[in-house]
């Protein structure tokens, strides 16, 4: 009486086959699901900067007392004074987006001003300024695209500088 134990060689052959190919599978799903990661992280931290950039520039924009405390208003450029800080300027340098000389955020790719006046339109006289559109555009790290954001900033004291009750 013969009693083979064990697998033949074409059972042993379609076994290491087939984990070859679970294996295979596996590892193409793990470098997608890994790259999809560093695309989203990368992307998440390129939107943290951006908005973190347009906060700062908001924040500071809001404090302007008057039209007359703002210096230089271009569509790339903007220099005003608050009453806490003198001379603050916003503008790209290469890839940079600074502040007054400090770095703000990188790699920024658009740093836009628009000057509104009260219908929303768009005016270059600095007395008719009632709103401020900043676009601020920041690159990924890793080449994964760019993040806009864009916000219509209103400074506090614009709408009643001149105001006069009767």
Known sequence: MN????????????T???????????GVVMIRSVESYSIVSDRKLSLSDARLAIDRIASDIRLIQATSDIQIFTASQMVFNIPSEPN???????????????LLASPATQLAFNYLDDNGNETAVKA????????????????????????????RNFYYADYTEQ
């Open 16 to 26: 290491i086959a087939l984990l070859g190919i679970i294996g295979w599978v596996t």
């Open 128 to 155: 008719n300024i009632k709103r401020i559109r900043v676009t601020v555009s920041i690159g990924t790290h890793n080449s994964h695209g760019v993040n806009q954001i864009r916000t219509t900033i209103f400074p």
């Open 88 to 102: 603050i300027t916003y503008n790209l340098v290469g890839s940079n987006l600074q502040r007054s000389g400090f």
């Open 3 to 14: 009693q083979n134990r064990g697998f033949t060689l074409v059972e042993l052959v379609l």
